[in-house]
């Protein structure tokens, strides 16, 4: 006779990530190596998922005066810290995403860093559907605070390569799209920050990853990443420095604190 499931399912994990570069939005916010650990935990009620965490961003080399970094010259230390929840909505293949972000920057404005002046918080809502080959996702963020403004994300994720037998591993294809709405200059307040320089395409990104599960609860991933630079913003590599093609490396680890693997959020 089987056991029903649980009504309810908790889940934990933590994610420890390493790149040569901090990307957010398109825009390169460190252009230098960073580490950036992870901690999150969620519950699942049938359909329904809650879940919550915080993410840490870590530059690792020490920036001198004219470059692109959140902590500022001298820096090599914490530049910025997350925290996030979101509720998750299951339907077949298709997954809706609501949520909230917390963004709090430790940087030192007066050594061309990012201070706690920069602090802000966007909400969001995500639609994802998953069929045998393709992954579409269509995301849409809001700034509430600072910028008051929406901006808007298509990817498509693309696999391309699996191993069936222990430890396996998955090959992919990561693009994406990025699009200003309102989060560029607005004439009515023209001492409102801004993230972008106009409305329209941001920038377009394509970038290959691996994966690879060892175990049940740990999850190795490493790739590479693209991005062609469209608006100001994303092309500014530093004071009067700009750059219209980007190319980085990454890596990270997933490992399962709780729960059940094939069920993760």
Do not use: C
Not at 5 to 15: G, L, V
Not at 62 to 82: F, I, K, V, W, Y
Not at 162 to 172: D, E, K, L, R
Request: hydrophobic residues 40%.
């Amino acid at each position: 006779m089987g056991v029903p499931p649980a009504a309810a399912q908790f889940s934990a994990r933590t994610d420890v990530s390493a790149a040569g570069r901090y990307v957010w939005h398109g825009i390169s916010r460190a252009a230098g190596p960073v580490a950036q650990p992870s901690l999150a935990a969620g519950l699942r009620v049938h359909r329904l998922s809650l879940e919550s965490g915080a993410v840490l961003h870590y530059e690792l080399d020490r920036a001198s005066a004219g470059e692109l970094s959140e902590t500022g010259a001298g820096g090599r230390h914490l530049g910025e810290q997350n925290l996030w929840g979101q509720a998750s909505l299951a339907l077949g293949p298709t997954r809706l995403h609501v949520g909230l972000v917390r963004y709090m920057f430790r940087g030192d404005a007066g050594q061309g860093g990012m201070g706690p002046a920069r602090n802000t918080t966007e909400v969001f809502a995500s639609l994802s559907t998953s069929s045998r080959y393709l992954v579409p996702t269509v995301e849409a963020w809001w700034d509430v605070e600072r910028v008051r403004g929406a901006f808007l994300r298509a990817a498509l994720d693309l696999p391309v390569l699996g191993w069936p037998f222990p430890p396996y591993a998955f090959v992919f294809v990561q693009t994406e799209m990025g699009v200003n709405v309102g989060q560029g200059p607005n004439p009515a307040r023209p001492g409102e920050l801004a993230n972008f320089a106009k409305r329209g395409i941001t920038h377009f990104g394509l970038g290959l990853g691996t994966e690879v599960r060892a175990g049940r609860s740990a999850t190795l991933a490493f790739g590479a990443r693209s991005q062609l630079n469209v608006d100001a913003a994303t092309k500014a590599d530093g004071p009067g420095r700009t750059r219209d093609f980007v190319v980085w490396l990454w890596s990270g680890i997933t490992i399962l604190l709780g729960g059940d693997p094939r069920n993760g959020q």
